[in-house]
């Protein structure tokens, strides 16, 4: 079975800081890694995804993951916070043989002060 | 392209109540999936269709959960009778055939009383 854990239900940065939320995962297989985003009063929003190609993805929003086989690691960085960064970051992880359902961590809440 | 649409976006109930959630997927997303967020915890898959078929429900909780989707188009998920633990955000999202990944609706918050 798949799962994933997100170290930290909360992390709190100064705007401007590197912004680091952590996940890892376990799975049977190769899997497909994901982080998504939600705003208040909005719904989930990919960042990005891997799937197989490079092992650093770049996302939306100045966001990037580095999937790293070894650490079984997905970890979501940013170099600068801003403002407009701060929501509740999922992780999550899905596989082809499970028709792409996918399997969530708990979340991270990222608050940003001025 | 419209988005996945999600109403109500708040419904409260009184416990035994019924309740229908829809969700409307962008068009042409033969793929449709529920999830479920109850407080505190993670974010949980419920069902995934496909077209009108039920592909995969092995996260819907009970008897008591009914999805359905007409001619492949919009779903609806029926919560009847409603117990307080279905509180919660019941999110929709769809895709195409193939994967590229999902969207999300703005999702439903359930408050069962």
């Known amino acids: 079975a798949q799962s994933v854990t997100q170290l930290g239900s909360h992390v709190s940065v100064s705007e401007g800081a590197l912004v680091l939320l952590r996940c890892n995962y376990s799975s049977s297989v190769p899997p497909y890694l994901f982080w998504y985003v939600q705003y208040p009063n909005q719904g989930l929003q990919l960042l990005l995804k891997?799937?197989?190609?490079?092992?650093l993805v770049k996302g939306i929003n100045g966001f990037e993951a580095e999937f790293k086989k070894s650490e079984t690691s997905f970890h979501l960085t940013k170099p600068s916070a801003h403002m407009s960064d701060a929501a509740e970051y999922f992780c999550?992880?899905?596989?082809?043989?499970?028709?792409?359902?996918?399997?969530f961590g708990k979340g991270t809440l990222l608050t940003v002060n001025p | 392209e419209a988005g996945v649409t999600q109403f109500p976006s708040h419904s409260v109930i009184e416990k035994g109540q019924t309740v229908t959630l829809r969700c409307d997927p962008i068009?042409?997303?033969?793929?449709l999936y529920w999830y479920r967020r109850v407080m505190g915890k993670e974010i949980k898959f419920l069902l995934h269709f496909v077209k009108e078929s039920k592909q995969d429900e092995s996260g819907m909780p009970n008897n008591r959960f009914l999805a359905e989707r007409t001619g492949g188009t919009y779903s609806t998920l029926k919560v009847q009778p409603a117990e307080l633990e279905d509180s919660g955000v019941y999110f929709c999202?769809?895709?195409?055939?193939?994967?590229?990944?999902?969207?999300f609706g703005s999702g439903t918050r359930l408050t069962v009383v």
């Open positions: 068009s042409g997303h033969d793929n």
């Open positions: 999202a769809s895709s195409r055939d193939t994967y590229y990944g999902y969207t």
């Open positions: 999550a992880v899905s596989d082809q043989g499970s028709n792409y359902k996918l399997t």
């Open positions: 891997y799937t197989s190609a490079a092992t």
